[in-house]
């Protein structure tokens, strides 16, 4: 039973952790269909300027708190601007092509980036500081759950609500809405869609910094490759849980993370993406929507 | 006006003249330098690099090799066997005579049938898989390091002996150079018998957490971890084995010496055991050679300096013995005659390893790597 928990807590992370970032590319592609590529490295842009910002603070003797809010807010801050240009440069002009430009331009954007920061920092691994302190409280449950899981998992739960009411309630997310439904319509009624999609996009890149601070934390290492395999993975949960819906990036990640794990844990931990990946199949076969999608009917 | 005329025409004259002073000089002697110069395994492969062109530069200064000069001919396969295999015909229609490379196993397999197609001699400072030798596939092969299972071998012998464990849980990242030496390892504990092998398994290099894994090396019993791979993995896991409070032995191979692991695992590489090659700061060319390293980058040299050093040592010893680089003449060559080298007096047996080269056991201990006696 406990070695159950273990997996479990073990899923339960990585779960998280592929939720945090699922959030960002589902967010996206709610409103404007577009499968941001480039998501997986704005969390690797994320996780470079907070550990340049860690190091500079660490260095002025700040404590491990402040630093990792101080960290993630100017990485926050950094990934919008990166958000927003990306959309400027490399989506608006696409924005009424066949959908298959802005997919190609996307992961043009992700190899631009990735060789962008190899050049511009390196390509060796870098040591990230755990900047995510240990609970004492939760030393009985340490082997089970740490603390820097329990952080990622909170904050995935809080950002997923806050998403939801930011989209169902605030003024934007109306216009959020009506740009998702009918762009020209929402044009018509005086909607600037494009500053609405710009501010999607703010979003979802400022979601993926704070992924980036996280899981660096977490994992204490990062290197120019890191978005990639979190970029597929995330797309994964998000496509498992029903693209474009919020809290089903979450459960999305959840089940992948659930999966992987036990997987590893009582077959192979070898073959873990293969049943992954297979459940991902089995889901898209019995709800090809995912699991909390609505059949969405192609608008004639 | 004629006068400048003048001038000027006697400038494009001696212009003219430059290309066939050059191509009066004797064709240079090509050797290629392949391996990883970018990407996240560049720190095993640029030393190589570093090594072969410091010891060329010095090489030509002093008048060549055979009177000829000796061009190298760099290229870089990212440690990717898809990359490696272009690298090689590179190699071969740009006119590469031997190559000094590649660095990881899995590129230097891709690579290594074209060359053999070429008649290319091939030496390796770090490509370890057993089979590149053992298989008998590729006699254009060598190598100045000892093989992976040797490395499994001592690996096994060293957890059981000196760990005294009884219950050995193995990993591997399943790639060539990886799995090589956990197959080794378990072999050789199967073989011995002292202790048992309560799990062997695969991890995804890359992924982005190994806590379920870890989870099944605590729930097997396991009272030291083997692992076969490279540095970023092994930082992970050991990191999270210290987040998940499992406090038992890890060794791995010499892809976890070097810098990697002491930056990014930091304290938590602490006590963390790999096998690597034995200490060859004994021998007097070594510290030569490292010497002029010193002087011209004002820095230690890294990975594989010293064998990669050795295999340059040995092509161009072969060379000058055979009087070119004629395959027969050079395996000859390479094959019955003892060279100096950075890593000691060697020669090559009949399937390519070098004899004479061999590992230790090395432990971190205050954030270096010491030799465990």
């Known amino acids: ?300 | 006006m004629t006068n400048r005329i003048k001038r000027w025409s006697s400038i494009a004259f001696a212009a003219l003249l430059l290309p066939s002073l050059v191509l009066a000089e004797k064709p240079p002697i090509v050797i290629g330098v392949a391996g990883s110069h970018s990407g996240d395994l560049a720190p095993y492969g640029i030393p190589t690099k570093e090594a072969a062109e410091m010891l060329t530069a010095d090489l030509n200064a002093k008048g060549g090799l055979l009177g000829r000069p000796v061009k190298l001919l760099v290229l870089d396969d990212q440690c990717k066997p898809e990359i490696a295999a272009n690298v090689a015909t590179a190699m071969v229609s740009q006119g590469a005579q031997a190559v000094i490379g590649h660095i990881c196993s899995g590129a230097t397999k891709a690579a290594l049938g074209i060359y053999k197609e070429a008649k290319i001699i091939a030496i390796s400072p770090s490509a370890t898989n057993p089979a590149l030798t053992m298989g008998g596939d590729y006699p254009n092969f060598y190598r100045t390091i000892a093989p992976d299972d040797k490395q499994g071998q001592m690996a096994a012998a060293f957890v059981t002996a000196k760990l005294a464990a009884n219950q050995v849980a193995i990993l591997h990242d399943k790639g060539d150079y990886g799995k090589g030496f956990a197959d080794a390892a378990r072999m050789a504990l199967e073989k011995d018998g002292k202790a048992k092998v309560v799990l062997f398994d695969g991890i995804t290099p890359g992924a982005m957490d190994y806590s379920a894994v870890i989870q099944k090396v605590r729930h097997a019993g396991a009272d030291a971890v083997i692992y076969g791979g490279y540095h970023p993995e092994a930082s992970k896991l050991v990191a999270q084995m210290k987040k998940k409070r499992i406090d038992i032995p890890f060794i791995g191979p010499d892809g976890l010496m070097g810098s990697g692991l002491l930056t990014i695992a930091g304290a938590n590489a602490e006590g963390v055991y790999a096998t690597g090659p034995m200490d060859v700061a004994r021998y007097p060319l070594n510290q030569q050679v490292r010497a002029a390293y010193q002087k011209k980058f004002g820095r230690e040299p890294g990975m594989f300096f010293d064998q990669g050093a050795a295999a340059w040592q040995t092509l161009v010893a072969a060379i000058q013995k055979a009087g070119g680089t004629d395959y027969a003449e050079l395996e000859r060559a390479l094959k019955g005659n003892l060279v100096e080298t950075s890593v000691g007096k060697i020669k090559f047996d009949a399937k390519g390893d070098a004899e004479g080269v061999g590992f230790a056991v090395y432990q971190v201990r205050g954030g270096k790597f010491v030799e465990v006696k």
């Open chain 1, 1 to 300: 039973m406990s070695y159950f928990l273990e997996l479990v807590g073990s899923g339960l992370t990585r779960g998280s952790i592929y939720a945090l970032i699922a959030l960002g590319y589902t967010m996206v592609y709610g409103i404007i269909q577009l499968i941001n590529f480039a998501h997986g490295e704005i969390y690797m842009l994320g996780a470079f300027i907070a550990l340049i910002v860690a190091g500079a603070l660490t260095i002025h003797g700040f404590s491990g708190w402040a630093i990792l809010l101080l960290a993630g807010l100017v990485a926050a801050v950094y990934a919008a601007a990166y958000g927003y240009t990306l959309e400027r440069i490399a989506y608006r002009p696409l924005r009424n092509a066949p959908r298959l430009s802005p997919l190609i331009s996307a992961i043009g954007m992700s190899l631009f980036l990735q060789n962008y920061v190899m050049l511009a920092q390196t390509p060796d691994f870098l040591p990230f500081p755990a900047l995510i302190p240990e609970f004492a409280f939760m030393e009985p449950v340490a082997h089970i759950i740490g603390s820097a899981e329990v952080l990622i998992l909170a904050t995935s739960a809080v950002l997923m609500i806050a998403l939801t009411v930011l989209i169902k309630y605030s003024r934007i997310g109306k216009a959020m809405r009506a740009t998702q439904q009918d762009m020209a319509m929402a044009r018509l009624v005086g909607i600037d869609v494009d500053r609405v999609i710009s501010f999607t996009f703010v979003v979802g890149s400022v979601l993926a910094a704070i992924g980036g601070v996280l899981v660096g934390s977490y994992l204490g290492q990062i290197n120019f490759t890191i978005g990639f395999m979190a970029g597929i993975k995330a797309f994964t949960a998000a496509v498992l849980g029903g693209i474009g819906n919020i809290p089903g990036a979450v459960l999305g990640g959840l089940v992948l993370g659930l999966t992987e794990a036990l997987a590893a844990g009582y077959v192979s931990s070898a073959y873990e993406d293969v049943f992954a990946f297979g459940v991902l199949v089995l889901i898209l076969i019995l709800r090809p929507s995912g699991l909390l999608g609505r059949a969405v009917r192609e608008k004639v």
